[in-house]
């Protein structure tokens, strides 16, 4: 069977680990490299309760995109949720990968799969940062065209396609045409998408501002919310395991979803 350190790095070959941010925690964060694993638990976050369905799976390893440890830990106890949920994985012996930044900016990652979910044909990457052993190019948003529409008709689509409880939208007063789509929080990238000639940018966690100054520099925006905009991307995990190991059994978690809720 394939051992925890065989698993990352079949993941790296996806999104290499020379991709992520500086500041990011990439990578095995907790658990014996060495160890071998038979069942793996795919999942966006870590949560408790995805820790509780990898206990009652029997999986020996999670995988997500996001880093079960997020800051610098002065000490581990049960007087916090990520001391909490750091003691109940060690105590049954799961391990925890993740493949986080290197993930968003990878081809075929978080911003392709956001990409292709929404329907953009002629997609490209937005200021590319590099290219992956295939000479693709890597970076984090990704811009194609979509059937001029109006806004409230893609915002209708972008929230059926992701899953979405609600969104929330800002109308500039332009058709939906050259759309940009950045998973989880993008609203930095507003200038650039601006520049590149888009009316429309779909990702998430946006501010109060970017709303109040959207329909002035005349940009429509769409937050469709963190967990909806990146956790198509397991599915391409799910499949990258499969194909490398294929004596894995890899599974999806059922017990995440998006924690916000709407009236």
């Known amino acids: 069977m394939p051992t925890v350190l065989e698993i990352e790095s079949a993941l790296y070959r996806l999104a290499p680990r020379e991709g992520a ?86 081809p075929g990652g978080v911003n392709d799969v956001l990409a292709e979910t929404l329907g953009l044909t002629d997609v490209s990457v937005l200021n590319p940062v590099g290219t992956d052993a295939q000479g693709s190019p890597s970076g984090l948003i990704r811009t194609g065209m979509v059937r001029e529409q109006r806004l409230a008709e893609f915002a209708a689509f972008v929230k059926s396609a992701l899953s979405c409880p609600g969104l929330r939208f800002a109308d500039a007063g332009k058709p939906v045409r050259r759309v940009a789509v950045g998973g989880g929080s993008c609203g930095g990238a507003i200038d650039d998408v601006l ?66 809720q709407f009236l």
């Open 195 to 260: 520049a590149a000639g888009c009316d429309t940018l779909v990702t998430a966690d946006l501010k109060y501002n970017h709303f109040e100054e959207a329909k002035y520099r005349g940009l429509n925006l769409i937050d469709a919310g963190h967990f909806e905009t990146e956790n198509p991307v397991c599915a391409v995990l799910e499949r990258i395991l499969r194909e490398a190991l294929p004596n894995l059994t890899v599974l999806r978690a059922k017990a995440h979803k998006d924690e916000t």
């Open 21 to 106: 941010m500086d500041w990011d925690n990439e990578g095995q964060l907790l658990g014996d490299p060495a160890a071998e694993v038979t069942r793996v638990l795919v999942a966006l976050d870590i949560t408790p309760e995805v820790i509780e369905e990898a206990i009652e799976r029997g999986a020996q390893l999670i995988v997500a995109h996001h880093p079960v440890i997020w800051d610098k830990l002065g000490r581990v106890t049960d007087e916090s949720v990520t001391g909490r949920k750091i003691l109940t994985l060690i105590e049954h012996g799961i391990a925890a990968v993740n493949a986080h930044t290197c993930l968003d900016y990878a």
